[in-house]
């Protein structure tokens, strides 16, 4: 498969002010000016450029895994080797393993384990909580994220910058949506094991867990109490 390819050139349009009749000529000084004139001459001409550029076009960029990421995603492989199933993807369909200290697990499905969402700004992955398992406080910095639960009741919520709160307790088949660069948590709301499916709107949303960022750093302990008011709450 080609990659398609539009030509376009520079178009100079000159405008001149004056009564709605207009006409039109091509200025042979500047093979590319188009002159629209008034039938009235005095008026003051306003020039518009708009200027088309050789545009490339391409449908997608299946990740090429074999070369190292890049800031701009991975290299595409030639269309020439692409399939259909490398806009398949079935890792979100197994539950993760909720065995660890907070009884949640992520599943990615990002361009390294889906090569068809490379360079299209996009990201998914599936969250699967046990009884009383949680997502923590965290946020993305990179992109807002649209939940969907598959199973069970997830109380979920985000902060924002003034610092309302928003929480709502979802059942299957709802959804709910995350800004870009707010706190946010998910905790299973039942008795029973939780999923649900999460879509980013970045190929890269970065995250960032506030409870580590705050107590796994390498700050000195009583500066990390005196920035958090910890020693004023004991």
Not at 2 to 22: A, D, E, H, M
Not at 90 to 97: I, K, M
Not at 99 to 120: D, E, K, M, R, Y
């Amino acid at each position: 498969m080609k990659n398609r390819q539009s030509k376009k050139r520079s178009i100079l349009f000159v405008f001149k002010s004056g009564p709605c009749s207009w006409t039109t000529e091509k200025n042979r000084a500047k093979s590319n000016e188009l002159v629209l004139t008034p039938t009235n001459q005095n008026g003051v001409r306003i020039i518009f450029l708009l200027s088309f550029l050789f545009a490339s076009v391409q449908d997608f960029c299946v990740a090429n895994l074999k070369r190292a990421e890049t800031p701009a995603d991975y290299p595409c492989i030639r269309p020439i080797h692409v399939k259909a199933k490398d806009f398949v993807f079935s890792g979100l369909g197994t539950p993760g393993n909720t065995t660890n200290i907070i009884s949640a697990a992520v599943t990615p499905g990002f361009a390294a384990q889906f090569p068809g969402l490379n360079g299209l700004g996009l990201s998914t992955a599936r969250l699967d909580l046990a009884p009383k398992g949680v997502i923590p406080m965290h946020t993305h910095l990179g992109a807002s994220e649209v939940l969907f639960v598959l199973d069970g009741a997830i109380t979920a919520g985000f902060v924002s910058f003034a610092n309302s709160v928003y929480v709502q307790t979802l059942k299957r088949g709802q959804v709910m949506v995350f800004p870009q660069g707010l706190l946010h948590f998910q905790i299973n709301a039942g008795k029973s094991a939780a999923a649900a499916l999460v879509t980013f709107s970045s190929a890269s949303p970065g995250l960032q867990i506030l409870d580590f960022a705050i107590f796994a750093n390498d700050l000195p302990t009583e500066l990390v109490a005196g920035t958090t008011f910890l020693e004023k709450l004991n």
